[in-house]
């Protein structure tokens, strides 16, 4: 974190940082559940443009924040009824897995090569964008899809969408909605179950790989008191709403949600640079 983030965050206090988070992730939680971006895709660049905590730190909230709520989001998704292929979701989940696992190794790696942890985050900035970019036109284009079916192609999307959830700290954000509908030809609120799943299994094997390797020391654990709450309440909230909207109605949650999470990224580029 650089001298400028240490003093705008000594002006923060813990409690107030916490509060601030709280409300950040129970929204992007609840719209992240409806539109199976997971919530990280909002949380990543709203809590860097807030500037209170590191790259590192950051990522680390986003994904406990994502991950309890794609806990949350199956389980409530399951017990109302909604049936899942749970053999399609081990296959994306074995795929997700090793992708997590690459991701976060990808992102340690970055940190200790790149001089700056500030070029860290221009670099999952670019990659985000570029990746909702893609996923804003793939989701205007009618009937364009392959119908894949098959183990290799579900571990292979999973993999794919673990590495770039763990690498971004987003959870996968839209390239997952928008990549199971390209290959798999789901519906939308099909593709957003499976989007939640995926992002459980990724988020999870983060979580583990932080555990053995660097540890939880280099993080403040007392602000979990803030996030995690959040995203149990968002999970809820955003399960609750899927239930209740169309399918038309997701799809411009998803597109709105893109528009708006581009500009945050973009702005906190142009932050950088200068």
């Given at each position: 974190?650089?001298?400028?983030?240490?003093?705008?965050?000594?002006?923060?206090?813990?409690?107030?940082?916490?509060?601030?988070?709280?409300?950040i992730?129970?929204?992007?939680?609840?719209?992240?559940?409806v539109?199976?971006?997971?919530g990280?895709v909002?949380?990543?660049?709203?809590?860097?443009?807030?500037?209170?905590?590191?790259?590192?730190a950051?990522?680390?909230?986003?994904?406990?924040?994502?991950?309890?709520?794609?806990?949350?989001?199956?389980?409530?998704?399951?017990q109302?009824?909604r049936k899942?292929?749970w053999?399609?979701?081990?296959?994306?989940?074995?795929?997700?897995?090793?992708?997590?696992?690459?991701?976060?190794?990808?992102?340690?790696?970055?940190?200790?090569?790149?001089a700056?942890?500030?070029q860290?985050t221009l670099?999952?900035?670019?990659?985000?964008?570029?990746?909702?970019?893609?996923a804003?036109?793939y989701?205007?284009?009618?009937?364009?899809?392959?119908?894949?079916q098959?183990?290799?192609w579900?571990?292979?999307?999973?993999?794919?969408?673990?590495?770039?959830a763990?690498?971004?700290?987003?959870?996968?954000?839209?390239?997952?909605?928008?990549?199971?509908m390209?290959v798999?030809?789901?519906?939308?609120?099909e593709?957003?179950?499976?989007?939640?799943?995926t992002?459980?299994c990724?988020?999870?094997?983060?979580?583990?790989?932080?555990?053995?390797g660097?540890?939880?020391?280099?993080?403040d654990?007392?602000?979990?008191?803030?996030?995690?709450?959040?995203?149990?309440?968002?999970?809820?909230?955003g399960?609750?709403?899927?239930?209740?909207?169309?399918?038309?109605?997701?799809?411009?949650?998803?597109?709105?949600?893109?528009?708006l999470v581009?500009?945050?990224?973009?702005y906190?580029a142009?932050?950088?640079w200068?």
């Amino acid at each position: 974190m650089t001298r400028s983030d240490d003093v705008r965050g000594a002006r923060i206090s813990v409690s107030g940082i916490g509060v601030l988070y709280f409300l950040i992730i129970v929204v992007a939680n609840a719209v992240g559940s409806v539109s199976g971006m997971g919530g990280g895709v909002i949380i990543k660049p709203v809590l860097d443009f807030v500037g209170h905590d590191s790259v590192v730190a950051i990522s680390f909230y986003s994904t406990v924040a994502v991950f309890t709520m794609s806990l949350v989001s199956t389980i409530r998704q399951v017990q109302a009824g909604r049936k899942i292929q749970w053999q399609q979701v081990a296959y994306l989940a074995l795929g997700s897995v090793l992708g997590g696992y690459l991701g976060n190794q990808t992102f340690e790696f970055l940190l200790k090569r790149v001089a700056q942890a500030s070029q860290v985050t221009l670099i999952q900035i670019v990659v985000t964008v570029a990746l909702l970019v893609f996923a804003m036109i793939y989701t205007r284009i009618e009937n364009l899809h392959w119908s894949k079916q098959g183990a290799l192609w579900y571990s292979a999307v999973g993999l794919s969408l673990g590495f770039f959830a763990s690498l971004l700290g987003i959870g996968g954000g839209p390239i997952n909605v928008s990549l199971l509908m390209l290959v798999f030809a789901m519906p939308i609120k099909e593709a957003t179950v499976y989007s939640i799943a995926t992002i459980f299994c990724s988020q999870l094997t983060k979580l583990v790989t932080i555990a053995w390797g660097t540890g939880f020391a280099r993080y403040d654990l007392s602000i979990l008191v803030y996030i995690v709450p959040a995203a149990i309440i968002g999970g809820l909230l955003g399960a609750r709403m899927s239930r209740l909207l169309s399918d038309q109605a997701v799809r411009r949650v998803f597109q709105w949600v893109v528009l708006l999470v581009i500009g945050i990224n973009l702005y906190n580029a142009y932050q950088i640079w200068h």
